[in-house]
């Protein structure tokens, strides 16, 4: 079509805090040339890196744990603890599901069973370093206990950083450790927003329902991950609502159109992005009304009289003018929804300023996986 290439608590929170700024100005998006859109790497905003966090499960264990988890969160990272699974329903519900929503994996190999002089390490944390080994983690650090052995997956990984002797000095040691790895906290394996812009010629797009006639406004929905493709990526407008009162459920439930292509579903390949169409301010025009049939995404250079214009969703949904959104000139909250095969759910909220329906402005103001 177009010429171009946070638990939902916490987007509330985020919200919330928006709606005591007033009236935005002066930060918004407005509408950009196709193409000029964000490079891949910025694709966090508001989004925290998340660790998962292996430690042990003896007690002295969990202690460096709860410390090591606050230290990470004082670098802005989210942390997750791992717990000691018993039977393979709570390895897969429990384990597998929180290394596939995290991005960094942090393994302090604690000393266990004493063999020949040396150490065995803690065999349920290897079992998940060789889970996270195979899905692919580009950040994984491994801090060990002096003398122990490299059994398992550590047989096969390097494993250059400092060890500790005892839990006197664990902590100080791996903090070292995270300080010298480089670690950022806007890093995500995970799907990510970024792009968000407005196209800068009115566009045309035809189906069998009619034309949308406006600038659309594109989101790109990044794969961070390096080992899968994110299936059947999908998007849905869940809330909107006007800045300042809360947001309602959207009328229009239908998944929303794949920029660029035919259909409402991308096949995301591993670091790669697609976009979807979020909305499009303008008009829908029913068939037969003279003008010649649009084809794909066609542009139109001259200047173009609207009659009623609005906030439409080009969606599914394809009962002619149905996708037009009870939207009057002001300031809008909409928060999107985004879904793939074997990927968390992304939420996204949008701040969008029609005040002025010839200059609309838009802004990513947060995103979460949860």
Do not use: C, V, W
């Given at each position: 079509m177009a010429p171009v290439s946070q638990s939902p608590s916490d987007l509330r929170r985020c919200y919330r805090f928006f709606q005591n700024q007033g009236t935005p100005s002066g930060d918004l998006i407005?509408?950009?040339?196709?193409?000029?859109?964000q490079p891949l790497g910025v694709y966090t905003i508001g989004m925290k890196s998340r660790v998962f966090l292996s430690c042990g499960q003896q007690p002295k264990e969990r202690d460096v744990a709860r410390k090591l988890a606050a230290l990470l969160r004082t670098y802005g990272f989210e942390v997750y603890i791992a717990i000691n699974a018993q039977t393979i329903l709570e390895i897969n519900a429990g384990i597998i599901g929180e290394l596939k929503n995290s991005d960094c994996y942090l393994f302090v190999n604690f000393c266990r069973d004493k063999i020949a002089g040396k150490y065995r390490g803690s065999l349920f944390s290897n079992q998940e370093l060789a889970i996270a080994y195979a899905f692919g983690f580009e950040r994984i650090l491994i801090v060990n206990q002096t003398d122990i052995l490299s059994e398992g997956m550590l047989r096969y990984i390097g494993v250059n950083t400092e060890t500790f002797e005892d839990f006197t000095d664990c902590c100080t040691v791996v903090e070292r450790a995270i300080r010298r790895s480089g670690w950022m906290a806007d890093y995500s394996r995970r799907l990510r927003a970024g792009g968000l812009r407005f196209s800068d010629e009115v566009i045309r797009y035809g189906a069998a329902y009619g034309e949308?006639?406006?600038?659309?406004?594109?989101?790109?929905?990044?794969?961070?991950?390096?080992?899968?493709?994110?299936?059947?990526?999908?998007?849905?407008?869940?809330?909107?609502?006007?800045?300042?009162?809360?947001?309602?459920?959207?009328?229009?439930?239908?998944?929303?159109?794949?920029?660029?292509?035919?259909?409402?579903?991308?096949?995301?390949?591993?670091n790669s992005h697609e976009a979807f169409d979020l909305l499009c301010i303008g008009e829908h025009r029913a068939p037969g009304l003279g003008w010649p049939p649009a084809v794909g995404g066609s542009t139109i250079a001259a200047p173009l009289a609207f009659q009623n214009r609005g906030v439409h969703l080009n969606s599914a949904y394809d009962v002619i003018g149905a996708g037009r959104l009870p939207m009057n000139a002001g300031v809008w909250m909409l928060r999107y929804e985004f879904y793939a095969i074997g990927f968390p759910l992304l939420s996204v909220l949008v701040r969008l300023n029609v005040t002025d329906w010839e200059q609309p402005a838009a802004k990513l103001v947060s995103q979460e996986a949860a």
């Open positions: 407005s509408p950009q040339k196709p193409g000029s859109h949308l006639i406006g600038r659309f406004l594109y989101l790109d929905i990044q794969n961070g991950r390096p080992d899968i493709a994110a299936l059947e990526a999908t998007a849905k407008l869940a809330e909107y609502g006007p800045m300042g009162e809360p947001l309602r459920p959207s009328p229009i439930r239908s998944p929303l159109k794949t920029t660029g292509r035919p259909g409402f579903s991308h096949t995301i390949f591993p």
